[in-house]
């Protein structure tokens, strides 16, 4: 006798079977599609410290500073370290962006997204968004205790002296990358926690030294701030990997 199609007991049986399949491949396809994104961040990382360094050629030797404010008449400028924003009064405070002093004059890109943040960025307008760059002891600017950013020939030990990496705070993506206790260079800045790293990839933070070497960080420290949810944190409980020895 010639049979119609499936019973239903081998019907729910290839259910069943799809449905196991189904179990174990998401999670191995899941964990590829974030090592890809982990990655990608770690070379974005990568080509912002050849950028500060190439900074620091053409200046001195010293890195990008933080932030820079500039007034020409009525049209008044935040450089920031990534994207710098103009605001023209005379357009009825129009604002437009351009790329910020890291890069000079060159468009970065998507190289400022970190491919596993998808919040806000905590900047009027910025485009892309995810990082943070060290302030509290190298870029300064703007607004901090010390203006000035250091030389390179300053960082006594650059294989432990972070430059780059993922910011992350409750509000957003902050760009400016804080050491968890107070340092020379932001000793009057209070709220040190909206400067900390973001441990996005399965746990784990990107960050770019200033040698050039780029890692994914797996020791979380809360510093001052034990109330930090967890996957945001400093990487020390101390300043030692943020400032130059």
Not at 69 to 82: R, S, T
Not at 168 to 187: C, H, I, Q, V, Y
Not at 231 to 241: A, C, E, V
């Amino acid at each position: 006798m010639k049979r119609g199609g499936f019973s239903i007991v081998e019907l729910l049986v290839v259910i069943a079977v799809i449905g196991m399949l189904t179990t174990l491949i998401f999670p191995v396809a899941r964990y590829g599609i974030e090592e890809s994104r982990r990655a990608g961040c770690l070379s974005n990382l990568r080509q912002m410290v050849s950028a500060a360094h190439l900074y620091a050629a053409d200046h001195d030797g010293r890195f990008p500073p933080g932030s820079q404010f500039e007034q020409d008449g009525l049209l008044v400028i935040m450089h920031a370290w990534d994207y710098s924003t103009i605001r023209d009064w005379g357009a009825g405070g129009q604002v437009t962006v351009k790329p910020g002093l890291l890069w000079q004059s060159t468009d970065p890109g998507r190289v400022q997204q970190c491919p596993s943040f998808h919040g806000a960025a905590n900047w009027m307008n910025d485009p892309y968004t995810g990082y943070n760059y060290n302030v509290s002891y190298v870029g300064h600017g703007a607004g901090e205790t010390i203006t000035t950013p250091i030389r390179v020939s300053q960082i006594i030990n650059p294989s432990r002296c972070a430059l780059f990496g993922d910011g992350e705070w409750e509000g957003g993506a902050n760009k400016f990358m804080r050491s968890p206790l107070t340092a020379p260079g932001d000793a009057a800045f209070s709220g040190r926690y909206a400067g900390a790293q973001g441990f996005r990839h399965r746990g784990m933070s990107n960050v770019a030294f200033a040698d050039g070497r780029a890692e994914s960080w797996k020791q979380r420290h809360t510093g001052p701030y034990p109330q930090m949810p967890a996957h945001i944190g400093f990487l020390s409980d101390d300043n030692t990997m943020y400032d130059l020895h």
